[in-house]
């Protein structure tokens, strides 16, 4: 895609016929979504590799992972996409704790929000998270668009009023 607006994008491929409401695919979808809209705001990557390392490396967290682990698949997942950007790596001083970072925000906002699960509304809070992070350490600005949540009606667990995507006006 050329857009440049990552929930855009993110909405789009919530539509596609093998994202379920909830799933470890949410993992990968984070930071494929931000290294799209990265490289469609004019941040400099190979867009193919960059997916493929997202694919592999989201892939690696498991379901669950929220409630199990104690840290959402989706902040990992920007987590990811910063690594990836920075080609940042376990032994690279300088670039060591920056990923580190949107991922702590990213966690502090999900955590704001509370439980239980939702993947849609932790995959755009950790988007909305991460745009903010871009924009302050790589000087790359992403538009961000607002809409409603539609997927609520197959989220039995969904908080209604207490998520802050249910009754946003389009």
Known sequence: TEEKDPIKILFHIFEM????????????????VLLAAYRNNGGEIDLDDALELAFERGS??????????????SAVGTGIYASIVLCGSPLKQET?????????RSLEAIAAVGGPRCCKRVSHLAIEV??????EF?????PISHPRCR???WNRECLHDGCPFFGRPE
Not at 17 to 32: A, F, L, Q, R, T
Not at 138 to 142: D, E, I, P, R
Request: glycine share 16%; proline share 8%; net charge neutral.
């Open 17 to 32: 016929d093998k994202v379920h409401m909830h799933g470890p695919e949410h993992h990968s979808i984070v930071p494929g």
């Open 130 to 135: 991460a745009v903010e992070w871009t924009k």
């Open 138 to 142: 790589l000087g790359v600005a992403m």
């Open 151 to 153: 997927h609520f009606k």
């Open 60 to 73: 690696q967290v498991p379901g669950g992972f929220c409630g199990y682990w104690g840290t959402c698949g």
């Open 96 to 104: 060591w704790s920056v990923p580190q970072t949107v991922t702590a």
